[in-house]
């Protein structure tokens, strides 16, 4: 077991030829400088030449960033008053909506999924260590979803609860909830109806004067979500910085506001991202988890054409952190007319389903899997049971972990025999430091790919024609 993020690949890499890699080695060299190249250009505040435009690289450097000022400063740094902010925010409401669509929301539920309780929602306050409920809008245009919430949120949780033999009233914050709107300029239409709508049902229920401390927005320095704020008054709003793009901003005030109103450790997350710009920056293709991860794949698309990337989580706490990639790696690198298509699949669950393809279907999938080595929680044993007619007495005492691995090792074993290409992100617990190495390596996993082929990975002019096609159609 180890005690930081590790890069198994060397079933995958057996199918690279020698030369082949090895140019991959060079090429990767330059295409890190790039990257460190793009940084320094995004700090330096000067013009960016036309020809790297736009650059979004704020994102490498800022977690190191947050600590030195955290560091020096205190509660007065930017991460001390998300926390303070936070601490208010949990002390106020039982339930947070969190408004945001792509990178303004998908980052935040990653870190719920993979962190909180599987059934934080459903767990009364005490058993949420004082924390609130979360709740998802803004990412979509559903009718319904948002008139399901709707509901939910008017429903009158101060009335008594009756118990055999007693009466029990809910706390005093039953009923009390508040919303954290997360957009860079405020003009994402999905986001802005929503909060259009979930801010007069908030003013209603609690009056417009209560309602100004239960909104928190995070937003660029200029836009119309920074307008509306300014106007509105809300006593906290976060900055999401120029040159950080909305799937790159994990490390903002987009998934650090969050995370504090839901308790986990923002400080350990940061430092797991620095741990990881530290071997990025530092360390040899072979013991460089970016490096390595980029060349496998760049490696098996050339060689084999394996345009798929499939992302193989094992257990459902980590399909969030999945869906995150898929946007990062799809929205970065699929342009012009190149870029490898991410899925995400649960395991053991949808070795039930698209097992059966990656076993035998077509020859265009890398399966990188990503496992857990100890479970967050004591392990379940299997017990012994008098009426052994399902079989499993001979099973007695092993945990539910150990059939995980042995599905995990069983998985790849086969996969191997069969000559399908298969790498491992091992992570040795499931916590905020092992997180931050795992959303940093793969954000610098991409930017460096980018790099790599010849395309921006920053920028997203596919969604902006979108947006613009929509506009025009609700103009009439």
């Not at 004082?130 to 949780?157: C, H, K, M, S, W």
Request: include cysteine.
């Amino acid at each position: 077991m180890t005690d930081r993020l590790e890069y198994r690949y060397d079933a995958a890499r057996r199918l690279i030829e020698r030369r082949h890699w090895e140019m991959l080695a060079s090429s990767l060299m330059s295409a890190r400088d790039e990257v460190l190249t793009d940084v320094a250009l995004s700090h330096a505040g000067g013009t960016i030449p036309v020809e790297r435009r736009p650059i979004d690289a704020g994102f490498l450097r800022l977690p190191e960033k947050l600590l030195a000022e955290h560091d020096q400063e205190g509660d007065a740094s930017l991460l001390g008053r998300i926390r303070i902010a936070a601490e208010e925010f949990r002390e106020r409401v039982d339930r947070v909506v969190l408004l945001g669509i792509g990178g303004s929301y998908m980052g935040a539920r990653a870190l719920f999924e993979a962190l909180c309780h599987p059934l934080h929602n459903e767990l009364p306050r005490a058993a949420r260590d004082g924390t609130p409920r979360l709740y998802f809008q803004g990412d979509n245009v559903d009718n319904d979803a948002i008139r399901g919430l709707l509901e939910l949120l008017a429903t009158e949780y101060d009335a008594p609860i009756e118990r055999p033999g007693r009466s029990e009233r809910p706390g005093r914050l039953a009923g009390r909830w508040g919303v954290t709107v997360i957009s860079k300029s405020g003009g994402t239409l999905e986001t802005a109806a929503a909060f259009r709508i979930f801010r007069d049902a908030l003013e209603t229920r609690f009056g417009i004067e209560e309602a100004r401390k239960l909104v928190v927005p995070v937003t660029g320095e200029t836009g119309r979500l920074r307008d509306l704020a300014n106007a509105a008054g809300y006593p906290h709003v976060f900055p999401i910085p120029d040159d950080v793009g909305g799937r790159f901003s994990i490390f903002t005030a987009v998934g650090l506001f969050p995370a504090a109103v839901l308790g986990l450790d923002v400080v350990a997350l940061l430092e797991g991202a620095a741990a990881m710009n530290e071997r990025f920056v530092a360390a040899a293709i072979g013991e460089n988890p970016v490096l390595d991860y980029v060349a496998v794949g760049r490696g098996l698309e050339e060689d084999h054409g394996l345009h798929i990337r499939v992302l193989a989580t094992w257990g459902a706490r980590l399909e969030a952190v999945g869906l995150w990639y898929d946007q990062l790696l799809a929205e970065s690198l699929g342009k012009e007319e190149q870029g490898p298509t991410p899925i995400t699949v649960v395991n053991t669950r949808d070795l039930h389903s698209r097992g059966q393809q990656h076993q035998e279907g077509a020859r265009d999938k890398l399966i990188t899997n990503l496992y857990v080595e100890r479970p967050a929680t004591e392990p379940i044993p299997i017990p012994t049971a008098a009426d052994d007619r399902d079989g499993l007495n001979r099973l007695a005492g092993k945990t539910v972990p150990d059939l995980l691995a042995a599905a995990f090792e069983g998985t790849n074993r086969a996969y191997a025999e069969a000559d399908r290409p298969t790498a491992d992100i091992i992570l040795p617990r499931l916590d905020e430091f092992t997180l931050g190495e795992l959303f940093q390596m793969l954000m610098l996993a991409t930017v460096t790919e980018g790099r790599l082929i010849g395309i921006n990975p920053y920028g997203q002019p596919g969604v902006e024609a979108y947006k613009r096609k929509m506009a025009e159609i609700l103009k009439g």
